[in-house]
DNA sequence: AACTTGACGAGGG
DNA sequence: CCCCTCGCCAAGT
């Protein structure tokens, strides 16, 4: 089964990641079960770090429900303060409630049989 | 082409 | 709760 890729392999991970509303958020390894085929937590988070304008990279956490991106290009403090500001509420040591705050995109499925009922034909 | 580096995750101590 | 180890895989050197 070849998959012909139009877009980047980082690309299929932005295009996930703009769909996450304000206020909610979606986990590395989460992405990566939905991508399937050749993507985990470490990729997708490494896809991230490049993330273009008009990607909500800050709504991408880990799955403890804290922020991970501490010491490279954005402070910790900074991703969890605009999160706050989109109405996810964190507890006193960094972290959130992902049953409240994860969001689980409708229409994909881990490892689907057919890539085509994914977003029906874009 | 080989080696190193991560915005990760699960498991164990 | 904190720390470490191992597996994962794209990208940069």
Redesign the pocket.
């Known amino acids: 089964m070849t998959v012909v890729n139009d877009k980047?392999?980082?690309e299929r991970v932005y295009e996930i990641v703009r769909r996450v509303p304000a206020g909610k958020v979606m986990?590395?390894?989460?992405i990566?079960l939905i991508l399937g085929?050749?993507?985990?937590?470490?990729?997708?988070?490494?896809?991230?770090?490049?993330?273009d304008e008009g990607?909500p990279?800050?709504r991408?956490?880990?799955?403890?429900g804290?922020?991970?991106?501490?010491?490279?290009?954005?402070p910790v403090n900074l991703?969890q303060s605009i999160l706050e500001s989109e109405g996810v509420v964190f507890?006193g040591?960094g972290?959130c409630d992902l049953a409240m705050y994860q969001w689980h995109p409708e229409g994909y499925e881990p490892e689907p049989d057919d890539q085509t009922k994914l977003f029906g034909t874009d």
């Open positions: 980047t392999y980082r986990t590395y390894g989460q990566a085929e050749g993507y985990t937590a470490r990729t997708v988070g490494y896809c991230m770090h490049a993330a990607v990279w800050q991408v956490i880990n799955s403890q804290k922020c991970s991106t501490g010491k490279m290009t954005m991703q507890s040591s972290k």
